[in-house]
C-alpha cells in the first residue's frame, strides 16, 4: 500500500512551490543538506503583489509544513516594514524526499552510478570477461567513480607481470596495499588467465630451533613465546623443544604445509641442517615422529586455534604443562567474565578433537564462563 499523501493540486499549479521542491532534490543529488532561504532572489513570486497573491503562496508554503509536514519552516526575526517571511529557512524534512520524489514524479538520481556506466564502457575491453564482474558500481569511500574504475584499467596492464596481489594493489590503487586483499575472486573473474601470475604471499611463521627436537610447541602470544625461549635456552626439561609463535590464528591455514605457502625467522639457529630439519617436518615428513602441542589463552578463540591447527597437524594437543598452571589459576577464580570482557563475541568451539581440551578445559570454561589469558603464566611458574 502506497503510505504517501496524495498531491496537492497546487504543486502543480504553482511555479514558486516547484522550483523549491525540485531544488530540494537537486541539492540532495549534489550531497548538499536541502536548504531553501526566501528572499527576493529565490521566491520573487512572494514580492510580487501586482501579478501573484504573496499571502496565498506563503500560506501553501506553511501547508506544507503544518498540515503535509514534508518540510520545515522557520521564521527569522524581520525588520519593522518587511515581510514576516523574509529570510525563512525552509528544510525538507529528510523522511520526506520519497514522497516529494512521487509527487515531482522524479525517480532518485545516483550520479555514481552515471558516472560508473558512462566510465565502464570505455575500458570493459580490458577485462578477460569483457568487464562482467565488474558492472555493479563498486563503491569506496572517497573516492570517485572513475578513480576507482582508474585503479582497474592501471590493473589490466600491471597483472601481466608476477607480482603478490598486494604488490598490484599498492601500484594501481593509490598506493593502497590492502585495497585488493578481499577481492581476489573478482580479479580472478576479470582475468581468468593472467590472474595466474598473482604469486601467493606465504605466511611467515616466527621458530625457535634446537637441536634433534622431538617436540614443537605452538604458542598463541608473543610474551608466551619469548619467555618459553629462555626456557629452551636454560631449563634441560626443553633441550629438544622447538617453537612456533602462531600469533593467533595466523598458522591456520589449510594450505600452511605446502612448499611455498610458508617461510620460516629463525629467533634462534644454531645451524642451517636444524632448519632443513625442521621444514623437512613441517612439509609432512612423516618419518620423523615429532610431538606436537598448543598452547594458548584458555578462552574459546584460543581453543578454536587448536581445532584449527588440527586440520593441517592432526597430532597437535593442547599442551598440558602450560594449561594446568592456568586451570589451577582459573579453579581459584582468576580470570575475567565472559560477559564482561571485550571476548564476549567469541564463539564457543563445540570440540576440538583434542581430549583433554574437550573433557577439561572447555568445561571449565563453560561451568565458569571466565576466560583466562596466557600470559598469566610466568617463567619462574614453568620453572617449578
Known sequence: MNSFRNR??????????????????DQ???????????NEKSAPELYDYIDDDPKYLWDLVKTLDNEYHVVTVKKQRSKPGRDSFENAQILLNPDKEGQIRQWLNRPAFDPYTLTWNDY??????????????????????????????????????????????????????????????DKLELLQKLFSQASHNIQPRPVMMNISLTEDFNEVIFIENL????????????????????????????????????????????????????????????????????HCFFWGDMDYAGLSILAALRKSFPQIEAWQPGFELMLQLHEQGLGHKIRDSKKMQQLDPGTTGCRYADDVLLPAIRSAQRFLDQEVVAYEDLLR
Request: charged share 25%; glycine share 6%; with cysteine.
Open 8 to 25: 496537492p493540486s497546487w504543486v502543480d499549479e504553482e511555479p514558486l512551490i516547484q522550483s523549491m521542491l525540485h531544488g530540494f532534490l
Open 120 to 181: 565502464f564502457d570505455k575500458i570493459a575491453h580490458l577485462f578477460e570477461d569483457g568487464g562482467t564482474a565488474l558492472e555493479a558500481p563498486l563503491r569506496v569511500e572517497g573516492k570517485t567513480a572513475a578513480e576507482v574504475l582508474q585503479g582497474f584499467a592501471l590493473l589490466a596492464a600491471a597483472i601481466n607481470t608476477p607480482q603478490t596481489l598486494r604488490n598490484l594493489s599498492a601500484k594501481c590503487f593509490w598506493g593502497d596495499s590492502k585495497f585488493l586483499d
Open 28 to 38: 540532495i543529488e549534489r550531497n548538499i543538506k536541502p536548504l531553501f532561504r526566501v
Open 223 to 290: 610474551d608466551s613465546f619469548l619467555m618459553m625461549k629462555q626456557l629452551t635456552d636454560k631449563d634441560h626439561r626443553f633441550v629438544k623443544t622447538a617453537l612456533v609463535y602462531s600469533s593467533g590464528f595466523k598458522g591456520t591455514s589449510t594450505t600452511i604445509r605446502k612448499r611455498g605457502e610458508v617461510v620460516f625467522s629463525a629467533l634462534s639457529l644454531g645451524n642451517k641442517e636444524q632448519l632443513k630439519t625442521f621444514e623437512s617436518w613441517w612439509l609432512k615428513n612423516h618419518e620423523q615422529k615429532i
